[in-house]
């Protein structure tokens, strides 16, 4: 294992943690059972591969926040299939207060759509994301904003 894929399981173990701040969730409460990929390539070079319930892909680190942004929303475009998100070692994000981003490197995140749409139900159902602002909900949940709102018009 290289510096780098020790580095990631390390975040992956901090944002696996329950927190006080988010009601005694994770920032990430399915990371540390995920199957889990992690690639160090080059930004031009992301492939998903089937059978991981994310994968991370660490890129160069000299990439411009906008440029990955770019980079991201054409692997949206290009892989329908998927969903691609940045975290960006320059710009730390939090979700009340708990950092959630790692840091260190940057990274392209993938995960399949229809899994991560399985996974934000079962969230939907709890108090998870009413520890989130909502432009940090409109940003991350994109389409699967929705199953919020379903969740409300339940109760």
Known sequence: MTEKEAYIHEWIREVSKSKPELGGLAVCPYASSSKTLIVDTTIDNIVPEPGYDVMIFIIESFWRPDHVIKW????????????FFEDLSGRDTFIA???????????????????????????????????????????????????????????
């Open 97 to 155: 207060g708990v950092k959630t981003n790692n840091e260190k490197y940057n990274l392209i995140l993938c995960q399949s759509k229809q899994k991560l749409s399985k996974f934000r139900k079962k969230l939907a159902e709890t108090e998870y994301y009413t520890f989130w602002t909502e432009d940090y909900l409109k940003e991350i949940l994109g389409d699967d904003y929705k199953l919020l709102e379903k969740s409300s018009e339940d109760e």
């Open 72 to 83: 991201v929303k054409h692997y949206n475009e290009k892989f329908p299939y998927y969903k």
